[in-house]
Each structure stands twice: as structure tokens, then as C-alpha cells.
């Protein structure tokens, strides 16, 4: 007869080892399996353990797969927000259990659909009609295939051409001027049933969320205020990045910057909701009834754009123009204005890097931090404006940068740079209608 296995039975346990691909299972302590011809009972035994453990492996793969795509998932699209700020991009919905690092769709992770799994967003496919698209890079890399070179280069220069800076006309502003500078100042309004930028992810699903609804909601109530008296006491004109809804909620901001001067810039309807993926028709009205609402509250017609999150579609420098748009600020790949492929448009410096949200939140900045930040931002761009002139943009957003234990370093960043000779410290309007004025129509092409 064959040799007997020798010692403690086998038996399941918790702390077990769990099988894996390729590798084989170790023997428990106390086991011994010898050589030899196998008795019809041992051989039993063997296999029942073996697909005892077969089967705890793969629960536990299966687990640790949707509670790992779901953190990993949560964890990328908080970092995309962050980034975006702002936005947008980037937090909710179920993560895909087999693509855990890429978000569901851009609908979900922008948060369309207060935080359930939201539909496929929507895009034009060139004929006026609405196509869904998918998330996903994978998703992305099929549509592409599949569009054909015609499409590619369509999408690769539908919106500007390619000018190196070194091969432009020069840049003259006002009064010999070597920066023009402008705080891009973003007043926002949130659903309080919808996820947006949040600065703790593990509530940010929940309806409502005191936290990050209350964290954001501490900037027009708290931070702005702040902030004003410093934009005050160093002559700084505010480039108002306003949602619609602001206009309905917090009058109160609308007369103080009356009072100021602000330039009003159409920033969407709310933080809450992008535009990306509507079908022309729906973006139309949309933009429209922005347009119209921003314009009866300040009694002035917006000429800038900046989207929620930065977000656009293929049609919305069209549809903006002809909504009376001159420029929109959602390309942040310039130090110079330049002209988009659409007549009369135009595209003004914004930074994403020098975003408050992206510093403090995304990037853990400390106040003296940001400070050297935006003085090196300053100094390099003061420097490589001694030849052709360049622009500075400080995206800015109340309830970051207005926190009381940094504004401190917002006030001292603001009087480095308006105490300095050759800086034109102005609105992001004064900057496009003297680009556009100036000749500069075409200057990069």
C-alpha cells in the first residue's frame, strides 16, 4: 500500500496561506506528506483542501479587487478634482472593478447625478446629433481608432494652432508695462445634494455632507469678505470667475463688486455641473440662459469664460461667440494671449498650476510655500518678459486661500508683485480688449 500522510489533519483557517496564480501552497506546520502511491482517502482529503482554499482564494481576490478598484478608484478622482479645482476635474460614482485607476465616465467623475452611477456623457459626433461616449482610457483609445486620421486631426488642431513663443510679434503693455497681472477670483455656488471639490473623500458621497459642503460654503460667507480687504489695499481688481446661481443666492457679493469694478466672467451655472458631453442644442440654452442671468444681475454683459472644472465641448467657443464672447481662459498652455480657430475668440493665461486649490489641497503647500510659489511665478515671468510682454494669473478661491491661517500669505504675495515697476495689475477683460486692440489679432500666427 502507499505511504500514509502522517501528522495533524488539514483544516481550514483563517490565517491560512491563499493560493496564487503560479505559485504553489505551503504546507502548514505539522503536516508531513511523504512519497510514495497515495491512499484513496488522502487523495480525497488533499483535494477537498485544495478546493477549499481554491475557492477562499478567489473570494478574497474577488473582495480585495472591489475594495481596492473602489479606494483606488477614490482615490484618483479626488486627486483629479483637486487638480482641476476646482473643479473638475475630478470623485464619486462606483469605481469599474477591473480598471480601478480610471473613473467610470467623465459623468461620474465629475459628480452628475449626485454621486449615483450617472450616465454616459454625450458628445457631438460632428452632424448635430449626440453620440454617448465611454470613460476610461481604453474606451478612449477605441473611439480614436475607430475615427479615422481625419477625425485625430480634426480634435488635434479644431481649437488653436501650435506657435512657439519664440516666433511671435512682440507683446506691448500700457504705459511700457512688462506683466500684465489679474486675479482670477472664482465665487462659486454648490448643490448641496451633488459632490464637487472636497477636502475629505470619505464623506464626500454622503447627501448631504456637512463637511465639504460646509468647507466650501465657508467662502462667500467668510473668506471673500477677507480677501477683498486685501485686494483693496493693494489696488487689485477682482476677474470675478462667477457661477449664475451666485447671482441668486449671495446678492451681497454682486453689490460689493459693483462698487469695485470687478469684471464679470461666466464661470457656468454651479460648481456642481459641467457642460462636457451636451449636445449643441442643449449647450446653447444652457450658455444662453447663463449669459442672460450673469448679465441682469451685474448689468454687464460677460465677454470671458471660464467652464466648471475648465470643462468645454468641441462647440463651445462657437456657441460662446456667438453668444458675444471674446475669449475663454479653460486652455492653460500660454503665457500670451492668442487666437483660437474661431473668429473673434481668444484664449487669455490661466494657470493651474498656481492654483490656490491645487497648492494647499492637491499638493499639501504650507503658507510660506505658496508664497515662494507665486514669487517665483512672478520673478521668472518678470524676467522673461523684458523683450515681449507676458501675463500672470492667480486663480483664487475664497474658501482655500481665504482660510484664516493662510491668507496672510495671499496678502504679502499681492504686494511683492503691485510693488514692482512695469506690472499692469488689471482685469483679465482689460487684457483681452487691449490684445485684441493692439493688432495682435493674429500675433502667433
Known amino acids: 500500500g502507499g505511504r500514509r500522510l502522517v501528522g495533524q489533519q488539514p483544516h481550514l483557517h483563517r490565517n491560512a496561506p491563499i493560493a496564487q496564480p503560479g505559485r504553489a501552497l505551503p504546507v502548514r506546520p505539522g503536516i508531513r506528506i511523504a512519497q510514495g502511491d497515495d491512499d484513496p482517502r488522502d487523495t480525497r482529503a488533499r483535494q477537498q483542501v485544495g478546493a477549499a482554499r481554491a475557492a477562499r482564494a478567489e473570494v478574497e481576490t474577488r473582495f480585495q479587487r472591489h475594495i481596492g478598484g473602489r479606494a483606488m478608484g477614490l482615490l484618483h478622482r479626488l486627486r483629479q478634482r483637486l487638480r482641476l479645482g476646482m473643479g473638475s476635474p475630478p470623485l464619486l460614482g462606483p469605481a469599474p472593478p477591473h480598471d480601478p485607476i480610471v473613473p467610470n465616465d467623465q459623468a461620474a467623475d465629475i459628480g452628475i447625478g449626485g454621486g449615483k452611477a450617472a450616465p454616459a456623457p454625450r458628445q457631438c459626433d460632428g452632424g448635430g446629433h449626440e453620440a454617448p461616449v465611454g470613460g476610461g482610457r481604453r474606451r478612449l483609445a477605441q473611439g480614436l481608432a475607430t475615427s479615422g486620421s481625419d477625425s485625430?486631426?480634426?480634435?488635434?488642431?479644431?481649437?488653436?494652432?501650435?506657435?512657439?513663443?519664440?516666433?511671435?510679434?512682440?507683446?506691448s503693455w500700457p504705459n511700457g508695462a512688462r506683466v500684465a497681472f489679474y486675479v482670477g477670483l472664482n465665487i462659486e455656488h454648490y448643490q448641496i445634494d451633488k459632490p464637487s471639490t472636497s477636502i475629505f473623500g470619505g464623506t464626500a458621497m454622503l447627501q448631504p455632507d456637512p463637511l465639504n459642503y460646509g468647507w466650501r460654503d465657508y467662502g462667500p460667507r467668510v473668506g471673500l469678505?477677507?480677501?477683498?480687504?486685501?485686494?483693496?489695499?493693494?489696488?487689485?481688481?477682482?476677474?470675478?470667475?462667477?457661477?449664475?446661481?451666485?447671482?441668486?443666492?449671495?446678492?451681497?457679493?454682486?453689490?460689493a463688486g459693483r462698487q469695485r469694478g470687478w469684471a464679470w466672467l461666466a464661470h457656468g451655472r454651479d460648481n456642481s455641473t459641467f457642460q462636457a458631453g451636451m449636445g449643441a442644442d442643449t449647450e446653447r440654452a444652457y450658455l444662453q440662459d447663463v449669459t442672460d442671468t450673469i448679465a441682469s444681475a451685474t448689468g454687464v454683459r460677460p465677454r470671458g469664460w471660464l467652464g466648471p472644472a475648465l470643462t468645454e465641448t468641441f462647440e463651445t467657443p462657437r456657441i460662446l461667440r456667438e453668444l458675444g464672447y471674446d475669449y475663454v481662459l479653460d486652455w492653460t498652455n500660454d503665457d500670451q494671449p492668442y487666437p483660437l480657430n474661431v473668429d473673434g475668440m481668444f484664449s487669455v493665461p490661466y494657470t493651474i498650476e498656481l492654483n490656490d486649490v491645487t497648492m494647499f489641497v492637491s499638493k499639501s503647500y504650507t503658507g510660506p510655500q505658496f508664497l515662494e510659489a507665486v514669487i517665483d511665478q512672478f520673478d521668472q515671468l518678470y524676467s522673461d518678459s523684458e523683450h515681449s510682454g507676458r501675463v500672470m494669473s492667480l486663480p483664487l478661491h475664497p474658501f482655500i486661500v481665504g482660510q484664516p491661517f493662510r491668507h496672510r500669505y495671499l496678502d504679502r504675495a499681492l504686494e511683492h508683485i503691485t510693488s514692482h515697476d512695469g506690472v499692469w495689475v488689471t482685469t483679465s477683460d482689460a487684457i483681452a480688449a487691449h490684445y485684441q486692440s493692439t493688432g495682435n489679432r493674429r500675433a502667433d500666427s
Open 225 to 255: 469678505w477677507r480677501m477683498i480687504e486685501s485686494l483693496d489695499r493693494h489696488g487689485v481688481p477682482a476677474s470675478v470667475l462667477l457661477n449664475s446661481d451666485v447671482c441668486r443666492h449671495y446678492p451681497q457679493i454682486l453689490e
Open 152 to 171: 485625430l486631426t480634426r480634435l488635434d488642431t479644431f481649437r488653436f494652432d501650435y506657435s512657439p513663443i519664440t516666433e511671435r510679434p512682440t507683446i
